[in-house]
């Protein structure tokens, strides 16, 4: 048996973090589906941003300009095509499960990051446009986009909440969550709306590289994942949460980010074997995929109480790192380098649109 069919009979769900439209062409996605035990996968504009780049989607480009479209409406229509071919390819597992697995994920526009209100409207948009029952819409936990996951929830959108460094960014979003679901059992809705909170864990790590001492190197993404992974649990098993099951709502599931080795030092597999638990997701890039399929090791489950968190989490406090601190920056980073993405992203179909002309 591979590596990530265990990974997978162990209980944790494994997510594609990539898509193009080579990949569903050639029927690679498919082939991580059936051989690789895929169930679900993931998209962001820096993603996208290097598939359009590819020249892949130009007959695409060529044709949504001659209708007029922006650069921003073209790159919708193009992602969500794809999108929806690949939702379809987990249409299969997404029934099985109930609708627990076989995910695919939209972000809206990076720009909407810190505006509640355009956020919701471009989720809903963005939503009802795709037709597709097992597609997120991916929200960030930054202040402003709580209020926002809150009402896509209790307007039964499906929101992969993006953005997540901290446990207490973590419980943020769960609260927005839970509200959603709450203001559909008090009107008397469907609870059972899908919904993921994805915590960033490799640039922990990446940020305190030079800061950090070398005994600490590659430990600080783990030790938040632990923590995060004990809040997760405690959520779960509370009274308020047991009360919404006992309605029909779903746990809003954690999901593990950003699990690509950065560090060429430390093993490939580093954050996928390291943060391997029942009923959480790992999505990761390709070549991590490929690399964990290859020679990728379960030793054992997270530790339910998070382990010895607060000891290691003390050495980088000891060390003069801010953890709270860092988890605001990460967190404003991320929001930023996406809008990079999403800026170079449209400049690219700008460019080739009038190269194409």
Request: net charge negative; aromatic share 8%; hydrophobic share 40%.
């Amino acid at each position: 048996m591979n590596a990530t069919t265990r990974l997978h009979e162990f209980g944790q769900s494994l997510w594609l973090d990539n898509i193009t439209r080579k990949m569903l062409d050639i029927g690679q996605i498919q082939r991580y589906i059936d051989d690789y035990c895929v169930t679900g996968l993931t998209s962001n504009p820096s993603i996208f941003d290097n598939a359009i780049a590819t020249g892949d989607y130009n007959d695409s480009i060529r044709e949504l300009e001659a209708r007029g479209l922006s650069a921003e409406e073209t790159f919708f229509d193009v992602a969500i095509d794809d999108l929806r071919r690949a939702a379809d390819l987990f249409a299969k597992i997404h029934q099985r499960t109930d609708g627990v697995d076989g995910w695919v994920s939209l972000e809206v526009s990076p720009l909407l990051a810190y505006d509640t209100a355009k956020t919701v409207e471009a989720a809903k948009a963005l939503h009802t446009h795709a037709d597709r029952h097992n597609l997120f819409i991916k929200i960030p936990g930054t202040p402003e986009g709580l209020p926002a996951i809150e009402e896509c929830i209790a307007s039964g959108v499906p929101v992969n909440v993006t953005l997540l460094f901290h446990v207490d960014q973590y419980r943020a979003a769960a609260e927005a969550y839970l509200r959603g679901i709450e203001r559909r059992v008090a009107n008397g809705l469907n609870p059972a709306v899908g919904s993921v909170a994805s915590l960033f864990i490799s640039r922990w790590d990446s940020a305190v590289a030079t800061s950090a001492p070398a005994e600490l190197h590659n430990r600080l993404g783990l030790a938040i994942g632990n923590e995060t992974y004990r809040a997760y649990v405690e959520l779960m098993q509370s009274e308020r949460f047991q009360r919404l099951a006992n309605c029909g709502a779903r746990m809003q599931r954690l999901l593990w980010a950003s699990t690509k080795t950065k560090d060429p030092l430390a093993p490939d597999t580093l954050y996928v074997q390291g943060l391997a638990a029942p009923f959480t997701i790992n999505t990761m890039p390709d070549t991590t995929l490929e690399a964990f399929f290859d020679h990728g090791k379960i030793n054992a489950s997270l530790e339910r109480d998070g382990g010895g968190y607060l000891a290691e989490l003390k050495k980088f406090t000891d060390a003069g790192i801010d953890v709270s601190e860092l988890a605001l920056r990460l967190q404003r980073e991320g929001a930023g380098s996406f809008v990079d993405s999403w800026n170079s992203l449209l400049s690219k179909i700008d460019d080739q649109k009038k190269t194409l002309r």
